[in-house]
């Protein structure tokens, strides 16, 4: 696609469930990052890939959450046992190698009740 | 301290007016960014800068890096200009471009 593309855009899951939120980055962009906005505060980095390299998970907030990226392309961001601190919106965004200039995704809004 | 910070936190605006959005950091950067989220949740990039100006039809943006300040600013501004603001920065010595970025300037243009 023309963009990066997140998807469900909107999942409400009770606490305790697991869930999958999923990235597809622009096609060529080797570089994908994870970030989290929790309501009425800042864009907080998760995690970042980069072609065939390990991921810097240093943003991950708990050992719930855990991310990978098959291929080189499509990510999947997991939370396990969703607690309600875990509401937010999820972005996704990615880059050339090399680039500073990153394109995001429309989020994907998370509620756990 | 936060290492980007921006000003102000919250901006009302009637339809026409000049808008400045205000961004300092405190960390040395390989490019600072501008970006606008609107209500949805949705992130779009206005602009990449690592030095001087940049212009886009009514957006102007410029960084001064000695000072680590940049300005966003909005002629002529509209009610579609409504959204939030972030400044955020790729900071030079991670190793990698992860972005810090400033709580965002929530901005609401009244026809």
């Known amino acids: 696609g023309a963009g990066v593309s997140q998807s469900p855009s909107n999942k409400v899951t009770e606490k305790g469930k697991d869930v999958e939120l999923r990235c597809d980055p622009i096609?060529?962009?080797?570089?994908l990052y994870w970030y989290r906005q929790s309501l009425g505060q800042g864009l907080e980095f998760l995690i970042y890939?980069?072609?065939?390299?390990?991921?810097?998970k240093s943003g991950l907030p708990s050992d719930r959450f855990s991310a990978e990226r098959t291929g080189g392309s499509v990510s999947t961001l997991t939370i396990q046992r969703t607690q309600q601190e875990d509401s937010a919106v999820y972005l996704c965004?990615?880059?050339?190698?090399?680039?500073?200039?990153?394109?995001f995704g429309q989020g994907t809004r998370l509620t756990v009740v | 301290k936060n290492e980007v910070e921006q000003s102000p936190q919250n901006l009302t605006a009637q339809e026409g007016e000049f808008i400045t959005i205000n961004c300092s950091y405190s960390?040395?950067?390989?490019?600072l960014h501008w970006l606008q989220q609107h209500p949805g949740g949705g992130i779009v990039s206005l602009f990449m800068?690592?030095?001087g100006k940049k212009k886009h039809g009514r957006l102007i943006a410029t960084i001064n890096i000695q000072e680590k300040h940049s300005s966003l600013h909005i002629t002529a501004s509209h009610p579609r200009d409504s959204a939030v603001y972030i400044c955020?920065?790729?900071?030079?010595?991670?190793?990698?471009?992860?972005?810090?970025f400033g709580t965002g300037t929530r901005l609401k243009v009244l026809a």
């Open positions: 096609s060529g962009h080797t570089a």
């Open positions: 800068l690592s030095s």
């Open positions: 965004a990615s880059s050339f190698t090399g680039s500073t200039e990153a394109f």
């Open positions: 960390v040395g950067i390989s490019a």
């Open positions: 890939f980069q072609g065939n390299s390990a991921p810097d």
């Open positions: 955020a920065v790729s900071e030079r010595a991670s190793g990698t471009y992860k972005y810090i």
